[in-house]
């Protein structure tokens, strides 16, 4: 790994969101805003920047301050990291933008929220950072930064709903990343290292390497809401301000689904076993299902949303049991590892822009008419066809139907199901998509529906709305670049290409 | 038995109880308390391989994490004792309402 070209960019993608956040805080309230701003689209151009570098160069290292592992610490830019990051960039900037007029325009109503800014930019250089690790404890220091940073800006309304569900969110967070520490402690213990790419060499299989597996899995699964540890999620980002749900439910979550994602391919492959990956698999499965009809069943419109994130966060967890090899297949044959987990990338990428999309919407919707109860969104279609659109457009993407991005996830999660024979898979991934379809054009035959009293509709800026409607847009357009993103993240000699041999599994299972 | 094992099995002893405590416990404080046993827990696993691992002198690895994870975990539990006490200090409650 050292071999690889090295450049600055990592470090500076982590280290320039920080520099700007500090910065904010010695600004009164609206130079916060303006530095945050301005920080975001700076960090963002970086994030493009360093997008085009690793398709030019491949790979890219940047090593700490000269001081190279196993003492120092290595940042490592690989497809993967570079695909999560331009899409943490791409939503990120949009929500910027919103979060910039939605503070403006509450600006004589709600207070001023202009903390917002550093807290944001703090998350986003935790955010980066996760993606850029390539050690074990290098990553818990950073989801860490996302926990404290994300729970902050949940609490930001100061309500007391709001409190209630931020806390309960940061003792979920603190329990998860003990856990994860817990199993960090213990590989560190048996094999004196913590890089990734060394352990996935030495690290071998015992009962220690299992149990070390078992707790950082139930450790990122609390943090990534996985079922049955969702129950903190629906209070937590269907209290928060409009910019910080969609920020929550776009890409905090998805954080400790990445370092899941490494750590079961690249570290723990030779302690993996078919039935662990079918329990996983179930996990998501049940979340599905459970978080698609809890969605189906509540009445606000923000409850409705968080709810369906629980359920198409199962669709993550249900690309595991894929990438582990059935007893007596051989790895040659493997045709379908490849679309399970480009399958779990496009899921992640068409949820974040879907989901804050839907976020976004709702805190327009919240705006105009004062609360978000499900009747609120009568008569929507005529008052505010844009926003109308943007819900339907990102539900569309949510349901999973062509051309949108939440199809080609399905379909290449369900492609995967079919090669690989687990085909007991393709009812939950068809069932949740009718579900999905239940909630959404319930709320659709709403939008349309005539009003029943005159409530009092305050108007809202169109930049807001144009910034929905975008952002479910986006949803539709990273379809187009499909097969040369998939192509991309395959050539990772980190990840993707090596990911057949890792998933051989180990010594339990599969031999 | 050697020493460090003698640690590790209380690290994980107070690593169950800190996670037991979070689930069951229902005062808010006592919810956080159970998290700062946990974390007990952890850095005295980290600290006890530092121990076994010592030739001449202990490895200084894991007392650098442990340092970092003591940061990180001041400021969780500050934090949270902050939320707590805004909670008292609007509502009046001490812990989550039981519908939920």
């Not at chain 1, 001081?67 to 290595?74: A, C, F, N, T, V």
């Not at chain 1, 919407?361 to 008419?369: D, K, N, P, R, V």
Request: charged share 10%; proline share 4%.
């Amino acid at each position: 790994m050292i071999n690889l070209p090295t450049s600055s960019l990592p470090a500076i993608l982590v280290g320039l969101p920080i520099l700007v956040a500090t910065l904010s805080l010695f600004f009164r309230s609206r130079g916060k805003a303006v530095v945050g701003l301005l920080g975001s689209l700076l960090t963002a151009g970086l994030a493009l920047i360093a997008f085009v570098e690793v398709a030019q160069l491949g790979s890219v290292i940047h090593i700490l301050g000269g001081w190279e592992p196993p003492l120092g610490i290595l940042l490592r830019m690989d497809p993967l990291a570079v695909v999560f990051i331009g899409m943490t960039a791409l939503v990120g900037v949009f929500i910027s933008l919103f979060a910039w007029w939605y503070f403006r325009a509450q600006e004589s109503t709600n207070g001023k929220f202009s903390l917002f800014w550093p807290l944001w930019l703090f998350l986003w250089a935790g955010l980066n950072g996760l993606f850029l690790s390539n050690d074990l404890f290098n990553l818990f220091v950073t989801i860490e930064v996302i926990g404290i940073c994300a729970v902050a800006l949940a609490v930001l309304s100061g309500k007391t709903d709001s409190l209630f569900a931020g806390l309960r969110y940061l003792l979920a967070a603190i329990t998860g990343s003990m856990a994860y520490l817990f199993g960090v402690a213990l590989i560190y213990g048996s094999t004196g290292t913590l890089d990734l790419g060394l352990l996935g060499q030495i690290l071998e299989p015992g009962k220690t390497t299992t149990f070390a597996l078992l707790v950082i899995t139930f450790g990122l699964m609390v943090k990534m809401a996985g079922f049955p540890f969702h129950f903190w999620l629906p209070p937590a980002h269907s209290s928060a301000l409009a910019p910080v749900s969609a920020l929550l439910s776009a890409l905090v979550v998805k954080g400790a689904f990445y370092i899941l994602l490494r750590l079961w391919a690249e570290v723990f492959g030779i302690s993996l076993t078919y039935a662990g990956g079918q329990l996983i698999g179930l996990a998501g499965a049940v979340a599905v299902i459970w978080g698609s009809w809890q969605a189906f069943m509540q009445t606000n419109l923000k409850l409705i949303i968080a709810h369906s994130s629980v359920a198409q966060l199962g669709y993550l967890l249900m690309i595991f049991p894929l990438l582990i090899l059935a007893p007596g297949v051989v790895a040659g044959s493997a045709d379908w590892l490849s679309p399970a987990w480009t399958a779990g990338v496009y899921q992640v990428m068409a949820h974040a822009f879907a989901k804050a999309s839907f976020f976004l919407s709702a805190g327009i919707i919240i705006m105009a008419q004062g609360h978000d109860h499900k009747g609120s969104l009568r008569d929507l279609a005529s008052r505010m066809p844009m926003t109308t659109m943007a819900i339907g457009i990102a539900g569309v993407s949510l349901i999973g139907l062509p051309p949108s991005g939440g199809f080609f996830a399905k379909w290449m999660l369900l492609k995967g199901v079919f090669l690989s024979g687990q085909l007991w898979w393709a009812p939950v991934i068809l069932t949740g998509s009718f579900l999905t379809a239940g909630y959404v054009f319930m709320l659709l035959r709403l939008a349309f529906a005539p009003a029943r009293d005159q409530e009092p509709f305050r108007p809202v800026p169109h930049s807001l709305q144009v910034v929905a409607l975008l952002l479910a847009l986006g949803s539709f357009l990273i379809v187009f670049p499909a097969e040369n993103l998939i192509q991309f993240l395959e050539s990772s000699e980190t990840f993707g290409s090596g990911i057949e041999s890792i998933m051989e599994g180990g010594a339990y299972g599969n031999n | 038995m050697e020493t460090y094992k003698i640690y590790i099995l209380t690290s994980a002893v107070l690593f169950v109880i800190g996670i037991g405590g979070v689930f069951m416990a229902r005062h808010f404080i006592k919810k956080i308390i159970a998290t700062v046993i946990m974390g007990g827990g952890v850095f005295l696993c980290f600290v006890s391989f530092a121990e076994r691992d010592a030739l001449t002198f202990a490895d200084p690895v894991p007392h650098a994490m442990v340092i970092t994870g003591i940061v990180v975990a001041v400021a969780s539990a500050a934090f949270a004792l902050a939320l707590a006490r805004r909670i008292y200090q609007l509502t009046g409650e001490q812990s989550f309402p039981i519908d939920k």
